[in-house]
C-alpha cells in the first residue's frame, strides 16, 4: 500500500469453528479451569479483502452464537456474547479510514472510526466484571478489579492534527501475582498536543502538549512546547517542559 500500486482482486472466506471440541481438544494449551466446561457454542467469522482502482477494502466480523457453559457446576452467561466488527479502506499511498471498529463483551465495549486527521476511539473496560466470570474460565486468571473509561479524538487544526484525549479510572487492581498487589487509584487524566503534518504525512513530533492527571490524594500537570522523536541523523528534542505538582 506504501508504493501506490493498485491490488486488484478480491478474497473472502467464511467460517464457522466449534467451540465444545476447541475447549476440549485445546484445554492445556488454552489454561482453561479444570471445573469449566462449555457445552455448546459457535464462533462464526467472515473475512474479506478486496482490492479496487483506488484502495483496499477490508471487512471482518466474528461473533460468538449460542453459548452454554458451566463453571463448577454454576451456568456461566457471557452477556452480551463477545463480538468484532472491523471495516476499513486503505488508500494507496494514503492513510487508512476505518468506517467501523467494534469490539463488544460483557466486560468492554470499544468503539472507532475516522482518519489519523479525524478520528474517535472511546471505549469502556470493566475488569472486576473480567475477572468474575474469566477467573472461572481461565486457570491463571489473577484478581482484578476497576474500570476504565476512554476518549480519544483526532482533528485538522492550522499547525496540524490535535489530539484530545481523556482517561478516567476508578480503584483499578490486578494481584499479577500472590501477594503482588498493583493498584491506581481513583482518578483522570488529561492530555491534549499536536502532531505537525508535512506533505500530508505526521512527523516523528508532539507540539503544545498539555497534561493533567488528577488522583485521589493529590497530582500532577505539565506539558511541553516540542518533542521531536529521533530520527536519521537528530536525537531527541525537548523544549519548554514544565512539570508541577
Not at 472511546?122 to 475477572?131: E, H, M, S, V
Not at 481523556?166 to 503482588?180: H, N, T, Y
Request: charged letters at 25%.
Amino acid at each position: 500500500l506504501e508504493s501506490g500500486r493498485a491490488v486488484t482482486g478480491a478474497v473472502k472466506a467464511k467460517a464457522t469453528a466449534r467451540l465444545p471440541v476447541i475447549a476440549r481438544d485445546f484445554a492445556s494449551v488454552l489454561g482453561l479451569a479444570s471445573g469449566f466446561k462449555l457445552e455448546r457454542g459457535d464462533l462464526n467469522a467472515m473475512f474479506s479483502v478486496e482490492g479496487g482502482a483506488d484502495a483496499v477494502l477490508v471487512d471482518v466480523k466474528a461473533e460468538t452464537a449460542g453459548l452454554s457453559m458451566m463453571a463448577d457446576g454454576l451456568r456461566l452467561t457471557l452477556d452480551p456474547a463477545p463480538s468484532l466488527l472491523f471495516k476499513a479502506r486503505f488508500p494507496y499511498g494514503g492513510w487508512p479510514d476505518v468506517e467501523a471498529f467494534h469490539f463488544k463483551a460483557p466486560f468492554a465495549d470499544l468503539y472507532g472510526k475516522g482518519r489519523f486527521e479525524a478520528a474517535v476511539v472511546k471505549g469502556r473496560l470493566d475488569l472486576t466484571r473480567f475477572a468474575r466470570d474469566f477467573r472461572k474460565i481461565i486457570k491463571e486468571c489473577p484478581p482484578m478489579v476497576g474500570s476504565a473509561h476512554v476518549d480519544v479524538a483526532t482533528a485538522v487544526g492550522p499547525d496540524g492534527v490535535k489530539v484530545t484525549s481523556f482517561l478516567k479510572i476508578s480503584d483499578m487492581a490486578v494481584e499479577a501475582r500472590p501477594g503482588q498487589l498493583s493498584v491506581l487509584p481513583q482518578g483522570t487524566v488529561h492530555f491534549t498536543g499536536s502532531v505537525p503534518l508535512k506533505a500530508g504525512r505526521p512527523e516523528r513530533e508532539f507540539k503544545d502538549v498539555a497534561f493533567k492527571v488528577v488522583l485521589t490524594d493529590g497530582g500532577i500537570e505539565g506539558g511541553w512546547l516540542r518533542l521531536a522523536l529521533p530520527e536519521g541523523g537528530r536525537e531527541t528534542v525537548l523544549r519548554g517542559f514544565s512539570l508541577k505538582s
